[in-house]
Each structure stands twice: as structure tokens, then as C-alpha cells.
């Protein structure tokens, strides 16, 4: 359906049907997939509409799960896929790149920014003794307070002429430069890590009662949220890559499923995957179309529907004693 959406006035069933031939052809078909819509109207469903879709709906499960796990590792319900600096440290190694005009290297970039953020992170909460959820997060901030500091400095410094605008568009988050190599990285990340952490739920509702409960159980806390953490920052630093950093997916989406279909990770780490990619995927064309010509980042789409409904929910989950319990 989203395919179809935009400023080309191309018939659904065309749009089908140039999929299907598509797909015949890469399994093999003798087939031309252009025949139906053209070489110009193929090439925007095809090249520009599908890879778009598609990277959309990655990121949005991907991003979707990342902070459900990283609510439960943490017991922190304002926790988000970039709790522990990932996306500072992605925006750092993305912009680094931007400004010396060597912007293939942007995906590259992004993700080694984003792996060394969660390395610093983990280096200075485990200097301070156990890893537990509160010196994580403290960590996380300091790194990401740090890494920001250096964007800052570098967009100052460097940046000239229109390399703001392509470095403002892509710290708001946008998938408007996503092509087939961004499908290959963000579904590959999502069908490679995305099941590792399908398979922690039960894991994770031991953590959801403390480390003390989790250890009771058997579960080697230490080495378990060491474990699933550099999973979610993997999985977080591929998507960050090529989407920049997307604020709110990770953040209300969790809650919002846990209001449906309760705690248990087994049915909320499924369903925010589902709820994510759609809700991107939605988001995603309502930012190349509403505005037409005009685009916006899909990181300002998300946080004008994602700030509002993230106050309902807090509102909805009010305690009697006014915490977030």
C-alpha cells in the first residue's frame, strides 16, 4: 500500500503488478520487469518507493525491540534503543564523514560510531564495578553527552555551504537517501539479531522482578545483559546507519503494546516488531507526501505523533503515588 502512495499518479494494480514481475525476474522468470509501468514509472516504484518501504519497515521493528529489550534490561521505562550513547556516537562517525566529503562511508561510519559509543559505555560502568542497570545508564549518558559534544564541535568547525543541511537531515532522521544496499544492511541486521533477542523473552521477564530474582532463577545476570546489550547496540548502530537517529519508535512503541497484550515478552517483543515497521512505514510516507514538493525528516514525523502519545501513555500508567510504576 505504501508502495503506491506518492506524487506519481501510478495505478495500484500497475504498481502490483511491476512488483510481482520484479520478483519473477530475480527468481529467475523470463520477464521484462518494465513492460507494465515504463522504464520512468518502474524506476520510481522500484528504485526510489520499494527500498524506502522496505528500510522503513526494518528500522521500524528493529528500533521497536531494541527498546523493549533495553526497558527490561534496565527497569527503566524511559529507556530507548539509544540509551547508552549509540545514536551520539553514530551521529559523531556520520558527520565526521559528511564534512570531509566522503559520504559513502556514511553507513560505515555510523556504525563504528555507534560500536564504540556502547564499548565506551560498557568500559566505564564496568570501571565502576558491576554492571547494573543504574551505572549503565549514568555511562550511557556521560558517553552521550561527550559524543554530542564532538558533533557540535565538528559541525562548527568543518562544516560549509550545504553539508549542513545534509548533516541536519540525517541527525532528524531521514530514509530519503535509502537505495537497496540500505534494505541489505537494515534487514539483514534485523533477520540476523532480531531472533537473538525474540529468544531472550523469557530471559527477560526473569529480569523484569531484578538481578537478584533473574540469578535466583539460574540466569548469569552479568554475562546475560552484557550478552543481549551488544546484541542491541549491533542492532541498533546497523539501523542508525542508514536512517540516522529516529527518536520515539523505541520509546512509546513498547508501552503502547504492553497496555494491549500485557508484560510477557513473548507476546510484546512480536508485536512491537509488527507495530514498529508499520508505524514507520506509515510515518516514513507521510513525510515524502503530506508536504509535497517538500520532504521532511521522518524524525520530526515521529516525534509531533510520538511526544503527545508518549504523555497519554504516562498519563494512562499514573500510579497512585505518582511514579512510573
Known amino acids: ?33 518494465t513492460a507494465t509501468l515504463g522504464l520512468l514509472h518502474d ?22 525491540v531494541a527498546g523493549a529489550v533495553m526497558q527490561s534490561l534496565t527497569r527503566n521505562p ?40 556502547l564499548a565506551a559505555a560498557l568500559t566505564l560502568a564496568g570501571s565502576l564495578g558491576t554492571i547494573t542497570p543504574a551505572r549503565t545508564v549514568l555511562a550511557g549518558l556521560a558517553v552521550a553527552q561527550l559524543c554530542a559534544a564532538g558533533t557540535s564541535f565538528v559541525i562548527f568547525w568543518s562544516a ?27 534487514l539483514g541486521a534485523v533477520v540476523v539479531l532480531l531472533p537473538v533477542l525474540l529468544a531472550s523473552a523469557r530471559t527477560l521477564d526473569a ?12 540466569i548469569g545476570v552479568g554475562r546475560t545483559r552484557w550478552a543481549l546489550l551488544t546484541v542491541v547496540a549491533l542492532l541498533t548502530g546497523a539501523l542508525v546507519a542508514v536512517s540516522g537517529a529516529i527518536g520515539f519508535v523505541g520509546l512509546i512503541l513498547p508501552h503502547a503494546v504492553r497496555l494491549v497484550v500485557g508484560a510477557a515478552h513473548h507476546r510484546v517483543l512480536p508485536l512491537t516488531a509488527l507495530v514498529g515497521a508499520s508505524f514507520l512505514v506509515w510515518a516514513d510516507t507521510a513525510a515524502r507526501t503530506v508536504f509535497e514538493p517538500r520532504e521532511l525528516p521522518v524524525g520530526i514525523v515521529t516525534a509531533f505523533l510520538g511526544a503527545p502519545v508518549f504523555a497519554l501513555l504516562l498519563w494512562q500508567r499514573r500510579s497512585a503515588s505518582g511514579d512510573l510504576a
Open 1 to 33: 500500500m505504501a508502495v503506491t502512495v506518492g506524487p506519481a499518479e501510478i495505478a495500484p494494480t500497475d504498481v502490483w503488478r511491476s512488483l510481482v514481475d520484479h520478483v519473477r525476474a530475480a527468481l529467475g522468470a523470463t520477464v521484462d520487469p
Open 43 to 64: 524506476g520510481i516504484v522500484w528504485d526510489l518507493r520499494m527500498p524506502r518501504v522496505l528500510t522503513a519497515a526494518a528500522v521500524g521493528a528493529g528500533l521497536g
Open 78 to 117: 524511559l529507556a530507548d534503543p539509544y540509551l547508552l550513547g549509540l545514536s551520539s556516537g553514530a551521529s559523531l562517525g556520520a558527520v565526521a564523514v559528511l564534512v570531509l566529503g566522503v559520504g559513502v562511508l556514511l553507513p560505515v561510519a555510523a556504525f563504528v560510531g555507534a560500536v564504540a559509543a
Open 160 to 186: 560549509t555551504g550545504d553539508s549542513y543541511r545534509e548533516i541536519l537531515g540525517w541527525l532528524m532522521g531521514s530514509l530519503g537517501g535509502a537505495t537497496w544496499s540500505s534494505v541489505a544492511i537494515s
Open 207 to 218: 529480569f523484569a522482578f531484578g538481578d537478584t530474582a533473574a540469578a535466583a532463577l539460574g
